[in-house]
């Protein structure tokens, strides 16, 4: 085992540990970054297909380097994962890869301890940067193992192709399964979803302008004003979509995003559902040999079902059960960007945040006010 001494330990080479690495590296302050898996930005280079970002370009770049002006103005998949590259060698970054995170603990000198499964790590802070989407979250289906069908997780998904001509049941309708409906009609499939619970949709483009902007713009105003407008804008872009099997939510978009329920970004699945190439079906009863019950009692033929069950942070695996009931919430977000106990200072949090106004957006802000709270408390000086 290998005792390694650093100053700031960065967990997780995305776009959150690397745009705090990257603020870091423009201050010319020394850090470490460890990676669990061997390359940089891993989950997005094993996100399905057609995947881009929801948001604007001009709003998405992470601190100090913009995309370049040749990138369209919604980034795909594999050209995100050449700016994060990119981004790295811009600013050297080079993380230790292939460590995985097995715990952290503070020691009786305050420093924090961090052992992978290869090594040991001691360093004043650490920035956990593991992301909202780390460990897949695939729910035991009543019946499941009766099913002769294929069962996949969304992680497992890349593309429509292998379903042509198939009953394709996607399960759940986030941002997910909402665009893995659409690739697979795209592929010749028949999708259907299955939508337990109202769901609340904003297009990303509302009358040809992008979404995001003007989220940014609302996010400004007193809650009840941006929720107001929220709701406005959402009745004249997506309409009243209950008599399609969608739903309607008791609060504006806004709201329910500040509760932790991200609304959906629709990049074109609510006019298929209008137009009944996309059907929608209620929760699901019981899965058969090859057909499965709705909560309806309708029972439909199906050829496969993707999980769009969405994922979970994993910190207690690492965190461990006693800091994680202090500093972790009931849906295994973290609580704060950081905690001023002195028990837990020098440990922050980055990306755990899903808002309307972009993730990545919000990356940039945050990773700036960290940096600023270290300063601000002498515990570095630049």
């Given at each position: ?7 700031t330990l ?14 870091l ?12 898996s ?6 997005w ?6 995947l ?11 601190p ?12 795909p998949?594999?050209q ?11 600013f ?15 020691e ?19 920035i ?18 009766n ?9 497992e ?21 909402a ?9 010749g499939?028949?999708p ?18 992008p ?7 609302l996010s400004k ?5 941006c ?10 872009s997506?309409g009243?979509?209950?008599v ?11 709201y ?5 329920k991200?609304p959906v970004?629709d ?19 019981r ?5 499965i019950?709705f ?6 033929p ?9 994922y979970?942070?994993?910190?207690s ?9 202090q500093l ?7 609580k704060k ?6 028990p837990?200072?020098g ?8 808002p ?18 270290i ?8």
């Amino acid at each position: 085992m290998q005792l390694n001494n650093f100053t700031t330990l960065i967990i997780g080479a995305g776009p959150a540990g690397l745009a705090m690495a990257g603020r870091l590296a423009q201050l010319g302050l020394p850090f470490t970054v460890l990676e669990a898996s061997d390359h940089i930005g891993f989950s997005w280079r094993n996100h399905y297909d057609r995947l881009h970002l929801h948001t604007v370009k001009e709003y998405s770049a992470l601190p100090h380097l913009p995309f370049p002006a040749s990138y369209p103005t919604y980034v795909p998949r594999l050209q995100f994962v050449e700016y994060l590259e990119q981004y790295a060698e811009h600013f050297n970054i080079r993380p230790k890869f292939n460590q995985k995170v097995s715990s952290i603990h503070r020691e009786q000198n305050g420093l924090w301890q961090v052992q992978t499964e290869t090594d040991l790590f001691t360093a004043e802070r650490v920035i956990v940067a593991t992301g909202y989407n780390r460990v897949p979250n695939a729910p035991e289906l009543p019946g499941q193992r009766n099913f002769r069908g294929i069962i996949w997780h969304s992680y497992e998904y890349r593309n429509g192709a292998p379903f042509r001509n198939e009953n394709v049941l996607v399960v759940g309708m986030g941002n997910t399964g909402a665009e893995l409906a659409l690739d697979l009609l795209e592929n010749g499939a028949k999708p259907f979803i299955s939508v337990r619970s109202p769901i609340n949709i904003i297009r990303r483009e509302v009358f040809g302008r992008p979404a995001q902007p003007i989220a940014i713009l609302l996010s400004k105003l007193p809650n009840w004003l941006c929720d107001y407008l929220s709701t406005l804008t959402q009745r004249a872009s997506v309409g009243d979509v209950s008599v399609y099997g969608l739903g309607k939510p008791k609060h504006s978009p806004t709201y329910d995003n500040r509760r932790g329920k991200t609304p959906v970004i629709d990049v074109g699945t609510i006019d298929q559902i209008k137009a009944g190439a996309i059907t929608v079906v209620p929760a699901i009863e019981r899965i058969n040999a090859k057909t499965i019950t709705f909560s309806d009692g309708r029972e439909l033929p199906f050829d496969a079902i993707i999980l769009a069950t969405g994922y979970r942070t994993g910190l207690s695996t690492f965190l461990g059960d006693a800091l994680s009931a202090q500093l972790v919430n009931d849906r295994g977000y973290p609580k704060k960007l950081w905690f001023d106990e002195a028990p837990f200072q020098g440990l922050y949090f980055l990306g755990f945040s899903v808002p309307v106004t972009g993730v990545l957006n919000l990356l940039n802000r945050d990773s700036e006010r960290i940096i600023d709270h270290i300063v601000e408390n002498n515990l570095i000086s630049v």
